[in-house]
T-cell receptor
């Protein structure tokens, strides 16, 4: 099976702009979770989607949003970008237990 | 919410020695505990996991133990090799997948360095 894929891999944006990141899960996995990884805060849970519905949500402001499509692919959107949003954004595809991560999107906000 | 503490933050061992990383969790309802290895510039990779109905699990040189009473779990790596050098993260999940529980709370990571 193909693994989790994320696009784009690298992104540079300016403060105030918005960005959309995409994740394609492992075939057959219906759950997609998103995490933010920074050196100072580690791995922080953003949200999880299952069958096109947001099922869990972390403690991030409303500028962070997501959605999932009928083919289980997911997108996350960050609006009004701030410098502190610079991070590696990881999505994870789940079966009942194991979560497998994609390669991540490295977002730099200038 | 769930809180996971991980120690030590850095660990240096000689090749061939054993390494132990410990994590404690706060939510007694947590029932799934995976461990991830992240090499520099790469994605976190699931290396082993344990469910709350099991006390120990082994996979070659890697083992994980779980003490539900004390709410802590540990990763044990034996006969360490240079390729074991990486950051290791523990995590905990509360609830069950079908009931909507699929949020992993991660520890802060342990930088393991295996020296020749």
């Amino acid at each position: 099976k193909a693994g989790v894929t994320q696009t784009p891999r690298y992104l540079i944006k300016t403060r105030g702009q918005q960005v959309t990141l995409s994740c394609s899960p492992i075939s057959g996995h219906r759950s997609v979770s998103w995490y933010q990884q920074t050196p100072g805060q580690g791995l922080q849970f953003l949200f999880e989607y299952f069958s096109e519905t947001q099922r869990n949500k972390g403690n991030f402001p409303g500028r962070f949003s997501g959605r999932q499509f009928s083919n289980s692919r997911s997108e996350m959107n960050v609006s009004t970008l701030e410098l502190g949003d610079s991070a590696l954004y990881l999505c994870a595809s789940s079966s009942i237990y194991e979560q497998y991560f994609g390669p991540g999107t490295r977002l730099t906000v200038t | 919410g769930e809180n996971v503490e991980q120690h030590p933050s850095t660990l240096s061992v000689q090749e061939g020695d054993s390494a132990v990383i410990k994590c404690t969790y706060s939510d007694s309802a947590s029932n799934y505990f995976p461990w991830y290895k992240q090499e520099l510039g790469k994605r976190p990779q699931l290396i082993i996991d344990i469910r709350s109905n099991v006390g120990e699990k082994k996979d070659q040189r890697i083992a994980v133990t779980l003490n539900k009473t004390a709410k802590h779990f540990s990763l044990h790596i034996t006969e360490t090799q240079p390729e074991d050098s990486a950051v290791y993260f523990c995590a905990a999940r509360r609830g069950d997948f079908t009931g909507g529980g699929n949020k992993l709370t991660f520890g802060t990571g342990t930088q393991l360095k295996v020296e020749l």
